[in-house]
């Protein structure tokens, strides 16, 4: 079946430690999003990437990095340095990235940060 | 950016229509307006878009309005399984970025 798998569904870090979040689609779409969404809030976008070898900074890009070294793959790195990392985390892709195009939407990871 | 502004929560009954509206007043004249929903813990799942026409799908109508700064989510026919969070969204012009708004909590009432 075509459509974007993030994994873990959960994930645990501890205080300091980087981690990684992955997200693979099969669509072949070019354009792939990051979105950090916390409780009772909408959906806010941390980077995404139109085309492979190339991205731009989201709304609230800090603490965060990204790679998009294969059309498929665009995995988040949440660093040390992002202040509140726990949230709910979800990865997106569109077929061009263009306005008239639908996104498609993994089932997002879970991270907590103790 | 297109900024989008939704009510925080809206309730329905059963098998009644519901209108989900949605104000985006500096959108660019070429985005297009995207209508989004989720369901809890889960990931939004892509619901209609439009640019200027109304639009209607399987799962809704859109109705945008003439100097499209505002549109409307139509649901025709509410049931339980569409108790979710609405998003109203957007491209943020030349840059591509795909915004959204705080969203709209639908409750549906047996």
């Known amino acids: 079946d075509g459509g974007i798998t993030q994994s873990p569904k959960y994930l645990f870090r501890k205080e300091g430690q980087n981690v990684t979040l992955s997200c693979e689609q099969n669509?072949?779409?070019?354009?792939m999003y990051w979105y950090r969404q916390d409780p009772g809030q909408g959906l806010r976008l941390i980077y995404y990437s139109q085309i492979v070898n190339d991205f731009q900074k989201g709304d609230i890009a800090e603490g965060y990095s990204v790679s998009r070294e294969k059309k498929e793959s665009f995995p988040l790195t949440v660093t040390s340095a992002q202040k509140n990392p726990t949230a709910f985390y979800l990865c997106a892709s569109s077929i061009d990235g263009g306005t008239n195009t639908e996104a498609f939407f993994g089932q997002g990871t879970r991270l907590t940060v103790v | 950016d297109a900024k989008t502004t939704q009510p925080n929560s809206m309730e329905s009954n059963e098998e009644e229509p519901v209108h989900l509206p949605c104000n985006h007043s500096?959108?660019?004249?070429?985005?297009?307006i995207h209508w989004y929903r989720q369901l809890p813990s889960q990931g939004p799942e892509y619901v209609i878009h439009g640019l200027t026409s109304n639009v209607n799908n399987r799962m809704a109508s859109l109705a945008i309005a003439e100097d499209r700064k505002s549109s409307t989510l139509i649901l025709h026919r509410a049931t339980l399984r569409d108790a979710a969070v609405y998003y109203c969204?957007?491209?943020?012009?030349?840059?591509?970025?795909?915004?959204f708004g705080t969203g709209t909590l639908l409750a549906v009432q047996p």
């Open positions: 669509l072949n779409h070019d354009a």
């Open positions: 969204s957007s491209y943020g012009g030349a840059t591509n970025k795909l915004i």
């Open positions: 500096t959108i660019s004249g070429t985005d297009y």
